[in-house]
């Protein structure tokens, strides 16, 4: 069996146990919708950053609602985490900038730049009503 596509909504308090729980549960998917070693670390690696990304700045290190969905059409995969926390205005940070280092991001950013390397593309917009929306695409 292979998953297409796979999709949670989980209210996660800001403690290593709910943190673990989470992420096991969206390595469970990952590990079904590829068996690729390198697919497997890179959305591993975004969902992890992207995660603790919704909880400290999202929701000030505070409990919060994250969601987790991934697809699968062809050779690419997407994964989209998203959160109702304060919101991240993007253009604070250019990630199209050509020699974006960690020299550049003034203590900021740098799970962004992770995901950035890792990852084929990386849209960040507002998630509606409220918070951000984090869509990242892997060729497998």
């Given at each position: 069996?292979?998953?297409?596509?796979?999709?949670?909504?989980?209210?996660?308090?800001?403690d290593k146990d709910s943190i673990e729980k989470f992420?096991?549960?969206?390595?469970?998917?990952?590990?079904?919708?590829?068996?690729?070693?390198?697919?497997?670390?890179?959305?591993?690696?975004?969902?992890?950053?992207?995660?603790?990304?919704?909880?400290?700045?999202?929701?000030?290190?505070?409990?919060?609602?994250?969601?987790?969905?991934?697809?699968?059409?062809?050779?690419?995969?997407?994964?989209?985490?998203?959160?109702?926390?304060?919101?991240?205005?993007?253009?604070i940070l250019d990630l199209e900038e050509q020699n974006?280092?960690?020299?550049?991001?003034?203590?900021?950013?740098?799970?962004?730049?992770?995901?950035?390397?890792?990852?084929?593309?990386?849209?960040?917009?507002?998630?509606?009503?409220?918070?951000?929306?984090?869509?990242?695409?892997?060729?497998n």
């Amino acid at each position: 069996m292979q998953i297409l596509s796979y999709k949670l909504n989980a209210y996660i308090p800001f403690d290593k146990d709910s943190i673990e729980k989470f992420l096991f549960v969206c390595e469970d998917a990952i590990n079904n919708i590829t068996s690729d070693e390198k697919t497997v670390f890179k959305l591993k690696s975004a969902t992890h950053e992207l995660l603790i990304n919704s909880l400290e700045h999202g929701y000030g290190k505070n409990a919060g609602e994250v969601c987790f969905s991934m697809s699968k059409k062809g050779n690419i995969i997407q994964l989209e985490v998203s959160d109702e926390g304060k919101g991240f205005d993007a253009s604070i940070l250019d990630l199209e900038e050509q020699n974006l280092n960690q020299d550049s991001l003034r203590g900021r950013g740098w799970g962004l730049l992770i995901i950035k390397k890792l990852c084929d593309n990386i849209q960040i917009t507002p998630n509606t009503p409220r918070g951000t929306k984090v869509i990242v695409s892997i060729t497998n």
